[in-house]
């Protein structure tokens, strides 16, 4: 390292302007009392020479203005205490002119090259960084783990700047008698310290702070970033495998809360349900070094400046803090004041439009990340899609089972009504032919009244299972098509119906649903609303039948559990079609179904 008056000449900034008139004058009067001592032996103006070292220094150091004035006081010193008659200031003769400009043409010269070196030293620092943010970017950045590439990243840094040693330590540490620390901070939170030795020189400090700490905090930092990103995305994928093997939903629960604290280094998190009543339910939990833990299972009443019921009221992401349970706080609010909460921010869960839940992170000390909210949300869709499906999969297993229940009981009434009518009907009429042909009567007007009378029952016969056919599926709808089919179920309804029904013929698929659809409402309108009237709509458009439904019966029709309403749902999703219901308690019953017109 340069040392001495070159090591101050390259200096990448200029000491005190103070400090430089001090140090010219004491020059200036030091050169004078050397001179005056030299003057004995030496001509007089020979020792202008004397004067030029403090006006090099200082034009150096300084600068060229300073330089300058220190030439022009030197001038007149020389010329006062040393230049015949002594004493007295003259300036008159081409000799002191001379020595001026070669002072001043000195001054000049060493302002110039000061300047010089003071670029050409700066332009070394700069490529100096230059080299070192490279190297700390490979090493930091390319390398998977962020924490065993710190120690390499702090040796290429000592190395690049000619230190001792330096560190990098990963929690703020304060500088003691043998460190000093610079905090290093991520978007104004400190999150590590870079420690290097005391003793060093001041410059080598502020190279450290105003330009090497920056940019070793814009690396650290995305270095953090990109490792986060490959964690959260390996945690992604993790959950994705569950997910695709159809895990089930409460173990799944779990791995989402520990997958969303692990990858956002949480202290608590809570996958929750909302529940009727404004309640919500733990269904999945993860706690992270702390006694006081959010259990699962745990179902509590949503208390406002709680995260949860933040989401649950406005649908969307939201974020509380500082938590405090004030006096006459629920049970929730103060067991959070137990376990040292005081953030939080929750995250909704959406399946089919509607809020199932919510992922909500909690932290006993600094608030959460600004970021924690986008991060959260691929682990919300992931979650809603798995509820999702699990939702799908459990109403496909239960509607298979009514389709199975319904035909097991078709059957049964088949089997009875033919049993019980057309059954018995030829049963009775064999029994009488045997009896007519083992009497063989000879009388033809008695053989023409047993055969008018097997003629009577073959009809009755015939007429049940005419009646069983239409039940199973109407002739008139094969026939004619379904606007005649929809007309004819409203002329036996004993509810007045509205008709308004529209449309061409279309696939018989679509055509039987639609009817089953119509009978099954118009039929629940019969014996359910208490219904004065009823409206069917029914339009065809956008490769679709539409159908609405209506009545201004009692309402209150139970959408989950009556088997009438349930077998509509299930013959409609079974094509691929949408069925809506709407039945609030004295308003009537509302239904819509849109049927998609495919073949067969």
């Keep these: 390292m340069p040392s001495g008056l070159p090591m101050i000449v390259a200096r990448r900034s200029r000491p005190p302007v103070a400090l430089g008139i001090a140090v010219a004058i004491s020059c200036v009067a030091a050169e004078t009392v050397i001179a005056v001592f030299l003057a004995q032996v030496t001509p007089a103006r020979s020792l202008g020479v004397v004067y030029l070292l403090g006006i090099v220094a200082v034009a150096a150091v300084w600068g060229l203005w300073l330089g300058m004035a220190t030439a022009v006081i030197s001038t007149l010193a020389l010329d006062f205490f040393l230049t015949p008659p002594t004493g007295s200031l003259t300036l008159g003769k081409a000799e002191d002119w001379a020595v001026l400009a070669v002072f001043l043409a000195v001054t000049l010269l060493a302002g110039s090259l000061s300047r010089l070196s003071r670029s050409l030293a700066l332009e070394i620092d700069a490529r100096g960084e230059s080299d070192l943010a490279a190297g700390l970017s490979r090493v930091l950045l390319e390398t998977p783990d962020v924490k065993a590439a710190e120690p390499a990243a702090a040796r290429l840094l000592a190395e690049t700047l000619d230190l001792p040693y330096a560190a990098i330590e990963r929690d703020p540490t ?81 791995a989402v809360a520990r997958e969303v604290g692990q990858v956002l280094e949480a202290r608590h998190v809570a996958v929750i349900r909302y529940e009727p009543g404004a309640t919500a339910t733990n269904v999945g939990v993860w706690n992270h070094g702390s006694v006081a833990t959010m259990p699962l299972g745990l179902r509590w009443r949503l208390e406002r400046g709680s995260a949860s019921e933040l989401v649950a009221r406005t649908g969307e992401t939201g974020r509380v803090g500082p938590i405090r349970a004030p006096e006459g706080a629920g049970e929730f609010l103060s067991s959070l004041q137990r376990m040292g909460v005081t953030s939080a921010v929750g995250c909704p869960v959406t399946v089919g439009g509607r809020l199932w839940g919510a992922v909500v992170v909690a932290s006993t000390s600094e608030p959460l990340p600004e970021d924690v909210e986008n991060r959260m949300r691929d682990f919300t869709d992931l979650l809603a899609t798995a509820i999702a499906n699990a939702e799908s999969h459990e109403k496909l ?110 696939a018989e698929r679509t055509e039987v649903t639609a009817y089953h659809v119509v009978s099954e409402a118009l039929a629940n309108v019969a014996e359910h609303a208490d219904a004065s009237v009823a409206h069917v709509d029914l339009t065809i458009e956008d490769a679709a039948v539409r159908l609405s439904i209506r009545d201004d019966g009692a309402g209150g029709a139970d959408t989950a559990h009556g088997t009438g309403l349930l077998s509509i749902r299930d013959r409609v999703e079974a094509i691929g079609g949408k069925l809506e219901i709407s039945s609030p308690p004295g308003g009537g019953t509302s239904l819509f179904a849109e049927i998609p017109i495919t073949g067969d």
């Design 174 to 254: 304060p500088g003691d008698r043998r460190h000093v620390a610079f905090p290093l901070h991520d978007r104004g939170v400190p999150v590590a310290s870079l420690l290097v030795p005391t003793g060093l020189p001041r410059s080598t400090l502020r190279r450290l702070r105003e330009r090497v700490v920056p940019s070793l905090e814009i690396l650290l930092r995305a270095a953090r970033e990109r490792e986060r990103a490959a964690d959260q995305q390996v945690a992604l994928r993790r959950l994705a495998t569950l997910v695709a093997r159809g895990t089930p939903p409460e173990e799944l629960f779990g």
């Design 397 to 506: 297993e239960a509607s298979r089972a009514r389709v199975i229940a319904a035909a097991d009981a078709t059957r049964r009434l088949i089997e009875r009504d033919l049993h019980d009518g057309v059954q018995q009907h030829l049963a009775a009429l064999m029994l009488e032919l045997r009896a007519a042909t083992a009497t063989a009567p000879a009388d033809p007007d008695e053989i023409a009244g047993v055969l008018y009378h097997t003629v009577l029952g073959l009809d009755e016969a015939l007429e049940d299972l005419r009646g069983l056919a239409r039940g199973l599926h109407p002739a008139l709808l094969s026939r004619q098509g379904l606007e005649p089919a929809i007309k004819a179920l409203a002329r036996c309804s004993p509810v007045p119906v509205e008709l308004s029904v529209c449309g061409d013929r279309v």
